[in-house]
């Protein structure tokens, strides 16, 4: 099992910059891979980024190619998103997960274990 913890959320104006740190105990992290989800009010939850377990591969979504980056520190079962040139449709409940499935994975189903969340808004 892998508890996981998300924190790094806040307020930003438009344009501006935050980093998400997701902390892992239980399970040993670099046995999984991990990923980043959000989700607005009245939307679903939207794949975003995610990072195989060596830190090797990354795959982002489109809405946030160029603007956000995945990272983790397996030595400290850290994980990180770093969000930057932020907009207002980025503002949402941000959720960390992690995954035991081998590949590229980008569907909520494909992950078993959750945050649970932290709140970004972003104003204009």
């Known amino acids: 099992h892998v508890q996981l913890v998300e924190s790094g959320g806040g307020l930003v104006q438009a344009g501006g910059s935050l980093r998400l740190s997701c902390v892992a105990s239980?399970?040993?992290?670099?046995?999984?891979?991990m990923g980043w989800f959000r989700q607005a009010p009245a939307k679903e939850r939207e794949f975003l980024s995610t990072i195989s377990r060596a830190g090797v591969f990354t795959t982002y979504a489109d809405s946030v190619k160029g603007r956000f980056t995945i990272s983790r520190d397996n030595a400290k079962n850290t994980g990180f998103l770093q969000m930057n040139s932020l907009k207002p449709e980025d503002t949402a409940v941000y959720y960390c997960?992690?995954?035991?499935?081998?590949?590229?994975?980008?569907?909520?189903?494909?992950?078993?274990?959750w945050g649970q969340g932290t709140q970004v808004t972003v104003s204009s």
């Open positions: 239980g399970r040993t992290f670099s046995n999984v891979a």
């Open positions: 997960a992690a995954s035991r499935k081998p590949g590229t994975n980008m569907m909520s189903s494909d992950y078993e274990y």
